[in-house]
């Protein structure tokens, strides 16, 4: 089955300063590659995805990038904020329809 | 309000004591799942459900069952729990199976098998 490492586990960033947040799949037959967003207490909730056809997305100070041929794909958030501390997790999807999670990052913005 | 429901959302159990995790959807959606958090694992799929009566394996399946009578609601069933069943657990919905759908996930259930 898939594999998806995550990395780091956990990373502290001033306020305003940029985050990165790194994911390798095993499977080349990944197509779909969310992100979720994990806060203290709730669920995981989809925050950005990327389709296997596109290198990069972006959604305000969020952006997605992907490499297929490198099979990474990487989540960055800009002019972080204290509401962006939490869990991050990034999943890949092929043609199975399980979707497959990396182990998470844990954020801490710090104001 | 369009959401996933879980209960109980916190329980403390015995070993072999059966118990039952509801999980319902209010958005229609044809497809379910059951995931379960670990620290240091991320969420790993336990069984699926692509409609009413299809269900299916994920990769964590072993001590648990599910059933899918109606669209709305899929339980996971814990015939005789055990402590490595300690764990976070979270229902999730979706449209379709579809590769694209975006999975909506439900507050969580904290167990805990004594």
């Known amino acids: 089955g898939e594999n998806v490492e995550q990395h780091p586990s956990t990373l502290s960033v001033q306020e305003g300063d940029s985050a990165v947040i790194k994911c390798t799949y095993s499977?080349?037959?990944?197509?779909?590659f969310p992100w979720y967003k994990q806060e203290l207490g709730k669920g995981p909730q989809l925050i950005i995805d990327i389709r296997s056809n596109v290198g990069e997305k972006k959604d305000q100070r969020i952006a997605v990038t992907l490499n297929k041929t490198a099979k990474h794909f990487s989540l960055h958030i800009t002019e972080t904020q204290p509401e962006d501390s939490a869990v991050y997790f990034c999943a890949t999807k092929g043609v199975a329809n399980n979707l497959f999670f990396g182990t998470g990052t844990r954020l801490t913005v710090i104001p | 309000e369009a959401q996933v429901t879980q209960n109980p959302r916190y329980l403390i159990t015995v070993t072999g004591k059966k118990l039952t995790v509801t999980c319902s959807q209010n958005?229609?959606?044809?497809?379910m799942s059951w995931y379960r958090q670990d620290p240091g694992l991320g969420l790993r799929q336990i069984y699926y459900?692509?409609?009413?009566?299809?269900?299916d394996k994920g990769d964590v399946p072993e001590g648990y069952k599910v059933s899918r009578k109606e669209k709305r609601n899929f339980p996971l069933i814990l015939e005789s729990p055990s402590p490595n069943q300690t764990s976070l657990y979270f229902c999730?919905?979706?449209?379709?199976?579809?590769?694209?759908?975006?999975?909506?996930f439900g507050p969580g259930t904290r167990l805990t098998v004594l």
């Open positions: 459900s692509m409609n009413v009566e299809v269900t």
């Open positions: 499977d080349s037959a990944s197509n779909y």
């Open positions: 958005m229609n959606h044809e497809y």
């Open positions: 999730a919905s979706s449209l379709t199976g579809g590769i694209f759908n975006e999975q909506f």
